[in-house]
């Protein structure tokens, strides 16, 4: 099992002395969240709280995911450099592979584009995307960008994108690619995972029942595909806390039983209040004492 580590909650300035502590403890990966822009009054549209309202408010800071992940490469050298996620379809494919290529090589081969298609229909409003094809425009931008990573010459015009000839340098480090794992809990999602991603995301997931559910919708979109290869599945940490407040090692094997090659974890605030430096790092310490250790 790989372990990585979500850096919501935690302070910008703090990136730079947490993250290879992270690193230190053993954890395999980072995964930063991404939006774009918030509405000033948010709606109860978000998929996976009973309330509809998202674990973040308007003014919540969010940042360029590829300018953060760039910052972190800099001070660290093993651990992987994720989104979770990056809203897709808001962008143009050739803005996406440019950044993504570009944190690819400073961080000489480490990132990975966790992609989503959003919930937040202001976001596409704003830049003058149209949300409800936001799916058809998601597929095509994996098409496209995949290319741009591999081929010499590329052309693109496929209904929601028209460019090219192009020629797109440098290629990634990353060989055959660098890995876009797709996010995700409804049906379309979960089958896009499976036919164009090479990893699911797991969200939202009440239960092991139900992200065995879940999972078994990706694999068969997957064999339907005739994709072969590496496949990571992500899920999230409160899946392994096997009953109790915190992920243990004993939730940690019943999520890898049933599936899950990597589980993304936190520290979450310390004893109330804001999450510190001192206290992730102290965090990162127990978890690879008490949880990663005996595994």
Do not use: C
Request: no cysteine; proline share 7%.
């Amino acid at each position: 099992m790989k372990f990585g580590v979500s850096l919501a909650g935690l302070r910008f300035r703090d990136y730079a002395t947490v993250v290879p502590a992270y690193e230190e403890h053993g954890f395999e990966s980072v995964w930063l969240p991404e939006h774009l822009v918030f509405p000033a009054d948010m709606p109860p549209r978000y998929p996976y709280t009973a309330s509809g309202y998202p674990p973040v408010t308007a003014d919540t800071p969010t940042y360029d995911p590829w300018v953060v992940l760039g910052h972190v490469a800099a001070v660290t050298d093993r651990i992987r450099l994720a989104t979770n996620v990056y809203i897709l379809p808001l962008r143009h494919p050739l803005q996406t592979a440019r950044s993504v290529v570009t944190v690819d090589r400073v961080s000489g081969g480490r990132v990975t584009l966790g992609v989503g298609v959003g919930w937040l229909p202001d976001e596409f409003d704003y830049v003058g995307v149209d949300f409800d094809s936001r799916g058809g425009r998601a597929d095509a931008a994996i098409e496209a960008i995949r290319r741009l990573w591999s081929e010499d010459v590329i052309a693109v015009d496929d209904g929601f994108f028209r460019f090219g000839p192009v020629k797109f340098q440098p290629k990634p480090l990353q060989k055959p690619s660098i890995p876009i794992e797709v996010g995700g809990a409804a049906p379309a999602a979960l089958r896009r995972a499976g036919r164009l991603g090479d990893g699911w995301i797991e969200i939202g997931s009440a239960d092991l029942d139900e992200f065995s559910t879940r999972l078994a919708v990706v694999l068969d979109a997957r064999r339907a595909a005739d994709r072969t290869g590496p496949f990571e599945v992500t899920a999230s940490g409160t899946l392994a806390m096997g009953g109790g407040e915190a992920v243990n090692a004993d939730g940690v094997r019943r999520l890898a039983e049933a599936g899950a090659t990597r589980v993304v974890v936190g520290p979450g605030s310390v004893d109330g209040g804001p999450l510190t430096a001192e206290g992730a790092v102290e965090w990162a310490k127990r978890f690879a004492d008490d949880v990663a250790g005996r595994l």
